[in-house]
T-cell receptor
């Protein structure tokens, strides 16, 4: 159990276009999902926390108007990179925190989406 | 949020036991310790989680001393496929996780 999927796995787009990335928890409900980006040979950087039915909370330095996050249901969160530019090229990874009563909910990560902006 | 410190890299040989230690001096009372494994171009994979003493599962063991200011991930008899980056994180329920630099483990034949 605890499978998280992402779609697409990789996308190439032209500069100025918008790209939507979907993150789904397949076999559990997730009240909270997280979005990360990762540059080559670097660690994961948390971009935002997405809560079902409410606005996302963005980390300092992350432009909320550029990285639009929607968490419409307990199993789906989307990240839209608006007006993408080459510097937005990166590996985007989502994670989902399982609904439950334990002290520490484990985060389960998706396989990631490789975005290349030409 | 508790900050973690790990060695940047480690080398090992197939069949050896590998121990990766993580320091988390300002861990909070409610924080759990979780270890993830990441292969290139893949999302991190959960390995093990613990609060105190020792936890063991089918792939690893986690040792946590009484003061909880550090933890050690133990991988028994590593193979080439264990070559990956290993991250130690501390966090609470539903809370965000801040990734440190991780430890790049290289297993050689």
């Amino acid at each position: 159990g605890a499978v998280v999927s992402q779609h697409p796995s990789r996308v190439i787009c032209k500069s100025g276009t918008s790209v939507k990335i979907e993150c789904r928890s397949l076999d559990f409900q997730a009240t909270t999902m997280f979005w990360y980006r990762q540059f080559p040979k670097k660690s994961l950087m948390l971009m935002a926390t997405s809560n079902e039915g409410s606005k996302a909370t963005y980390e300092q330095g992350v432009e909320k108007d550029k990285f639009l996050i929607n968490h419409a249901s307990l199993t789906l969160s989307t990240l839209t990179v608006t007006s993408a530019h080459p510097e937005d090229s990166s590996f985007y990874i989502c994670s989902a925190s399982r609904v439950g009563g334990r002290l520490a909910d484990t985060q389960y990560f998706g396989p990631g989406t490789r975005l290349t902006v030409l | 949020l508790a900050k973690t410190t790990q060695p940047i890299s480690m080398d090992s040989y197939e069949g050896q036991e590998v121990n990766i230690t993580c320091s988390h001096n300002n861990i909070a009372t409610n924080d759990y310790i979780t270890w993830y494994q990441q292969f290139p171009s893949q999302g991190p994979r959960f390995i093990i989680q613990g609060y105190k003493t020792k936890v063991t599962n089918e792939v690893a063991s986690l040792f946590i001393p009484a003061d909880r200011k550090s933890s050690t991930l133990s991988l028994p008899r590593v193979s080439l496929s264990d070559t990956a980056v290993y991250y130690c994180l501390v966090g609470t329920q539903g809370g965000k996780l801040i990734f440190g630099q991780g430890t790049e483990l290289s297993v050689k034949p």
